[in-house]
T-cell receptor, first 116, second 112 residues
Framework: DAGVIQSPRHEVTEMGQEVTLRCKPISGHNSLFWYRQTMMRGLELLIYFNNNVPIDDSGMPEDRFSAKMPNASFSTLKIQPSEPRDSAVYFC??????????????FGPGTRLLVL | KQEVTQIPAALSVPEGENLVLNCSFTDSAIYNLQWFRQDPGKGLTSLLLIQSSQREQTSGRLNASLDKSSGRSTLYIAASQPGDSATYLCAVTLYNFNKFYFGSGTKLNVKP
């Protein structure tokens, strides 16, 4: 299996521009997670989906952030408009939520976002 | 809200030394606890998962223990090697949820 795939790997944009990050989870996994990692705040969960449905988006910082999962093999995280404080590494992870406590999350390589 | 703390934030040891990384959490009603490794510029890789009913898990030179009542977990690395140099993060999930709460990590440097 190719693992979790994220694109782009690096993104440099100017303040005010729209940014779209993409994720393809591992085939067969039914849970998908978006995280943000910064030096100051560490790794933060932004939102997670189960069976394509958003379950908890309490970590989404503000209305400028939105996430979608139109099908089991694709998700996007959009920032509009972007701000310099959004600069971070954004990770996507997926897991098979079988409900028996053995789930582990598999992380993608991340997207390094720099907003100038 | 669950808070996860890892001590120390950074650790430097000579090759061959045995070492212990610590993780503590505030809400003992956890579903499971995992230890992850993160290499610079890379994503996270799961090392060990301990379910709430278990007390420890072992994989090779790694041993993770869990004491739910005291809200603590340790990751023991035996005979450390330079290839073990990375940041190690622990994460807990609350009961019946798949939502992870991560610690800030311990950055380990094993000197040849």
């Amino acid at each position: 299996d190719a693992g979790v795939i994220q694109s782009p790997r690096h993104e440099v944009t100017e303040m005010g521009q729209e940014v779209t990050l993409r994720c393809k989870p591992i085939s067969g996994h039914n849970s998908l997670f978006w995280y943000r990692q910064t030096m100051m705040r560490g790794l933060e969960l932004l939102i997670y989906f189960n069976n394509n449905v958003p379950i908890d988006d309490s970590g989404m910082p503000e209305d400028r952030f939105s996430a979608k999962m139109p099908n089991a093999s694709f998700s996007t995280l959009k920032i509009q408009p972007s701000e310099p404080r959004d600069s971070a590494v954004y990770f996507c992870a997926s897991s098979l939520n079988s409900g028996i406590g053995e789930e582990t999350q598999y992380f993608g390589p991340g997207t390094r976002l720099l907003v100038l | 809200k669950q808070e996860v703390t890892q001590i120390p934030a950074a650790l430097s040891v000579p090759e061959g030394e045995n070492l212990v990384l610590n993780c503590s959490f505030t809400d003992s009603a956890i579903y499971n606890l995992q230890w992850f490794r993160q290499d610079p510029g890379k994503g996270l890789t799961s090392l060990l998962l301990i379910q709430s009913s278990q007390r420890e898990q072992t994989s090779g030179r790694l041993n993770a223990s869990l004491d739910k009542s005291s809200g603590r977990s340790t990751l023991y690395i035996a005979a450390s090697q330079p290839g073990d140099s990375a940041t190690y993060l622990c994460a807990v999930t609350l009961y019946n949820f798949n939502k992870f709460y991560f610690g800030s990590g311990t950055k380990l440097n094993v000197k040849p």
